[in-house]
Each structure stands twice: as structure tokens, then as C-alpha cells.
């Protein structure tokens, strides 16, 4: 499996940014999926963003969409989170994941759970 390593989680005011870290190891990193997903106290792990190595497509929740963004960095073997605008209710464990899967056309596999690696998870606590 693929070793993930989130970083830069902490505590954060409402209308703040962070920026969210994931380093990848493991894999030939063109061919893979690559997805954030969050879980909130009490509440079922969620799909955030997704993106592809090799055609760098994006894919961001209804929920965070104008608000966060998913980048990559080849050199690096990172993906990243950059959460702008946030609020109380982002308050959760991120979590990086990956997958060797492609996402063919009309897939949505991707948003749920299902990765085949994921990380150990970075707190982000967004305060009023």
C-alpha cells in the first residue's frame, strides 16, 4: 500500500485559511487517485476533494466547493488542501487517502470511502 503523511492541521478563526499537506510514498504516483475526506465528532467520514495524477482533474464536494482546493506537486509526491473561508462545521480529522484506481468517465467512486491507503489523519478545528 501507499504510505500517506498529513501535516497542517491545527486550530484556526472562522473566515481563516490552512493548508493541508499530504506526502506519498510507494507507488508510481501518475497512475493513482488521490482524495481528501473528513470526520466530524458523531458524525460519518465524508468525502472532500479528489484529483488524478495523470490528468490532474479535481473533484471538490457541494459542501466545500468555492472554499477549498486540491493541488498536487509532482516533485514532491504531494497533494495538498488549501481551505479558505472556513467555518465551525469544517471542524474535523482530515484524512489523506489513495487509490491505484483511474476514474473513468462518469465514475463516482471516488467520493465514498473506499480507497485502498489512507493516512493517519491531521485535526483541524476551525473557532468561532
Known amino acids: 500500500q501507499v504510505q500517506l503523511v498529513e501535516s497542517g492541521g491545527g486550530l484556526v478563526q472562522a473566515g481563516g485559511s490552512l493548508r493541508l499537506s499530504c506526502a506519498a510514498s510507494?507507488?508510481?504516483?501518475?497512475?493513482?487517485?488521490m482524495g481528501w475526506f473528513r470526520q466530524a465528532p458523531g458524525k460519518e467520514r465524508e468525502f472532500v476533494a479528489a484529483l488524478t495524477w495523470s490528468g490532474g482533474n479535481t473533484y471538490i464536494a457541494d459542501s466545500v466547493n468555492g472554499r477549498f482546493t486540491m493541488s498536487r506537486d509532482n516533485a514532491k509526491n504531494s497533494v495538498y488542501l488549501q481551505m479558505n473561508s472556513l467555518k465551525p462545521e469544517d471542524t474535523a480529522v482530515y484524512y489523506c487517502?489513495?487509490?491505484?484506481?483511474?476514474?473513468?468517465?462518469?465514475?463516482?467512486?471516488?467520493?465514498?470511502?473506499?480507497?485502498?491507503?489512507w493516512g493517519q489523519g491531521t485535526q483541524v478545528t476551525v473557532s468561532s
Open positions: 510507494g507507488r508510481t504516483f501518475s497512475s493513482y487517485t
Open positions: 487517502a489513495a487509490d491505484p484506481r483511474s476514474i473513468p468517465y462518469g465514475s463516482t467512486w471516488y467520493m465514498r470511502d473506499e480507497y485502498a491507503s
